[in-house]
């Protein structure tokens, strides 16, 4: 069975544009959550999508937004770049969204914004 | 509130047994688990907890919980140079309608070296 699959793995953009990652999950798993890595604040929780309804945010701004598509597949949008927010972005899918439903986490999308 | 501590680095000779140790603050955790993270990729899960279990074994792998400290431990046996990585501790956390929002650790990084 294939993994979560996130595209693109590399992006570079400049402050004030804005940028959309995409993220597959495993076949089967209906719920998408997004974690953004960096070295200073280590994984922060940025929402999480079950059934094409974020059922969970975490403490971004509101340039960070996300959807998800009936097919379970997921798309996370930052608009107005920031030179902070050069991060790992990290999809995760499970099967449920329940603590017994394990994340299953893609490689990544690396942002620099420059 | 919610906090999970590690130490940040740990250094085994090839063939010792490693143990990583995390201590949480959230005693209404359900499942507690363990991610490792090599460089440039995602986060690999290798094993979780039912909080009303004790120890749970996985061929090398053995999880100790000690729920009354609020202590996990993570230890590989017979480490090899392969598993020289980050290993991140993550607690469930309470969250209306779901569990699925996960509070990491900053992460040990273990090296192994012959």
């Known amino acids: 069975k294939a993994g979560v699959t996130q595209t693109p793995r590399y992006l570079i953009k400049t402050r004030g544009q804005q940028v959309t990652l995409s993220c597959s999950p495993i076949s089967g798993h209906r719920s998408v959550s997004w974690y953004q890595q960096t070295p200073g604040q280590g994984l922060q929780f940025l929402f999480e999508y079950f059934s094409e309804t974020q059922r969970n945010k975490g403490n971004f701004p509101g340039r960070f937004s996300g959807r998800q598509f009936s097919n379970s597949r997921s798309e996370m949008n930052v608009s107005t770049l920031e030179l902070g927010d050069s991060a790992l972005y990290l999809c995760?899918?499970?099967?449920?969204?329940?603590?017994?439903?394990?994340?299953?986490f893609g490689n990544g999308t690396r942002l620099t914004v420059t | 509130g919610e906090d999970v501590e590690q130490s940040l680095f740990l250094s085994v000779r090839e063939g010792d047994s490693s143990v990583i140790n995390c201590t949480y603050t959230d005693s209404s955790s359900t499942y507690l688990y363990w991610y490792k993270q090599e460089p440039g990729a995602g986060l690999q899960l290798l094993t979780y907890?039912?909080?009303?279990?004790d120890m749970k074994q996985d061929q090398r792998l053995t999880v100790l919980l000690n729920k009354k400290d609020k202590h996990l431990s993570l230890r590989i046996a017979d480490t090899q140079t392969g598993d020289s990585a980050i290993y991140f501790c993550a607690e469930t956390a309470m969250f209306s309608g779901g569990y699925n929002k996960l509070i990491f650790g900053a992460g040990t990084r273990l090296a192994v070296h012959p």
């Open positions: 907890i039912f909080s009303n279990m």
């Open positions: 995760a899918s499970s099967l449920g969204t329940g603590g017994g439903s394990p994340l299953h």
